[in-house]
């Protein structure tokens, strides 16, 4: 009798503690432990190839991610998902490729959305290379912005790298975004209103010098004459 | 034969001669015969250490013992799930990757970002973005006052966020005050901003 005593007691309080764990482990909800566990098998495994390859080639894998949770959340069918991930994993290689190996994972993230709206790689490379350690994120969020609210992408990237070579702050080009925002919803043409808004930012300190020339490189560009 | 044979019955005297007639042996019988044992493998002797493991035995422990024991065991289990995910991979390191490769950052302190928008027939808004796995219902907002502003602070950390507002639980909005995300593909537009580190 007392045997099974030493045997009852020790193993109630195992199963009881087996259960306490299953039940902590149901308590967390499964999007916490595995985002992703909310794709469909075919889907997951499309993402999670992208993922790996992102992975092996050095880019920032929390925005593929990101893609697909936000492709989850929107509702969006698999196929769309696999589809959008695709095209920011490959705008994130474009603008590795643009930028370089020192681009941290923000520029790169806006660098990828500028591609999207239209910025080119030569032009993505041209920014790069006047850019004196300062971040680009800011300007690129901007352009990308203003191209998306309807200002033409050539102007919307020459006011903007015209901008930057003239020693624009992060906080010059959140006033210009701000000031074409209210403009461009009291009616003014998106471009028209770019032009005008980017007249009020000074310039700061000299242009930086123009990069030397290299082969295949974008020419050097002419001076937006409405600024 | 013998005399006792002879006065035997001829049947029993035939049955005699035949068990005495020597058998005629085939010579080659012998060696099929030490082939086939040698073909038979030899008896696999347990070793003594065998033995004593699989000899049944009772183990007996005070109940303290016992309860640390499956204590132990089961915090194995549970940080071994943990460890590992469900599917059998090992998270990734690439947030430290991320980390290590971004310039961005002067503090990884996270910071308080107050979002705000103003939907006065609002039921319920809520915020999603890449800092919450755009879970619609990891960060509620709340409504202050009587205008319909909802606000919500949430720390995040340095570096470039998209979000959305979501009103009622279906409807995807952009937040108006901030510059929006390139098309995310999905008929939805999202918005962007950028926290400034420390030193920024």
Sequence with gaps: MSALRRTIGPLTLLLASAASAAAQDSVLPARELDPLARLNVATRYSVEVMLDSAKMLGLPTRVLESTALEGIAKRADGRRIVTQVRLVFRSLRDARAALGLSASTDELTAAAGALRVGITNAELSYLARTRHEKQLTVPLVVLADLVTRGVPRDTASQTIFQLWQRGAADDDFLGLWRGVERDIVSGTAPGVALLNRAREIPTRGSPPAAPPAAPGARPERSENPNL | MSDELQSLDPYVQWIASEARRPVAVDPAARRRLLEAIHAEPLPRRESRALRWVLRPRAIVLPPLATAALAAGLVAFGVLGGMAINRDGRRPTDQRHAEDASSRLPVSLMPRAVKFEL???????????????????????????????????????????HTYSFVIDGTHFLADPSAPVAPDDGYGHQSSVVVVRGSAS
């Excluded at chain 2, 720390?155 to 470039?160: D, E, K, V, Y």
């Design chain 2, 118 to 160: 103003v939907a006065p027939k609002a039921a319920r808004v809520s915020l999603v973005g890449d800092f919450n796995g755009w879970d619609t219902a990891a960060t509620p907002m709340t409504s202050q006052g009587a205008d319909g502003t909802w606000t919500v602070f949430v720390p995040l950390q340095p570096g470039l």
